[in-house]
């Protein structure tokens, strides 16, 4: 039996949040939980798929392993997020593996109890479709950021939305580790760290595992300034 605050937790998400509530409590009365620590494989790139998942605590990563042996972090997620729906609905293999980055626990669902249920309630299947897109324009707007912001302006995007105000002066908690931090805004990790050095003129500053920022306005204007506009100025 999950606790309410798990249930809670669960309701949020896309996939659960656009279900009737007595569908969706009929499915999450069927999943199951299961604690995570840090490092530990949550399933391998190329296992068949079989569950969906919802992150209750802690961070979880999915990655993808280049011919070059490097690691492509595809996504981080947190509390509220979920992941798995389109490729477990098939049984298709998973094209991502996922692995714990903090301790953390995580509420599983069997794919089969979906497909079993969607004959006699198709709204399962829309729940499934709407939270596909969802993570769909994730990967679009991740795209936009490599391709439109500099270095620096992803790390300070990436500062922003731990924030948990909108101005003044803010000290946050950096949730994982900085070569993670690289790998999820596509950098190196001695290019996170010039980034870093580069944020300082605009009021950020790094301690250890946190970060200070002193005018979260003026960071988010950094983050929004638009890089052609050195040669608008000169037309």
Known sequence: M????DLATARETVLFASLPADLAKSILDRA????????ETIFLQGDTAQHIYVVLDGWVKLFRITPSG????????????????AVAFDAEPYPVSAEA??????????????????????????AI???????????????EQLKAHTGAQRVAEFL??????DNGSCTITLPYDKTLIAGRLGMQPQSLSRA?????????????????????EKLRDYMLEDRSAPWRKGD
């Open 160 to 165: 922003l939305e731990l924030c948990d105000c």
């Open 32 to 39: 199951t939980t299961r604690s995570y620590r840090r490092g």
């Open 129 to 143: 479709v709407s939270s596909t897109f969802k993570h769909l324009h994730g990967l679009v707007a991740q795209v």
């Open 101 to 126: 980055v903090t301790d953390g626990r995580l509420l599983q669902v069997r794919a089969g109890i979906l497909s079993t249920m969607m004959g006699e309630r198709p709204e399962i299947a829309l």
């Open 196 to 216: 870093f050095n580069r944020l300082e003129e605009h009021g950020v500053e790094i301690l250890q595992n946190q970060a200070r920022i002193a005018d979260i």
């Open 2 to 5: 999950l606790q309410g605050s």
């Open 70 to 85: 490097a690691e492509a972090v595809v996504g981080v997620f947190t509390k509220g997020r979920s992941f798995g729906e």
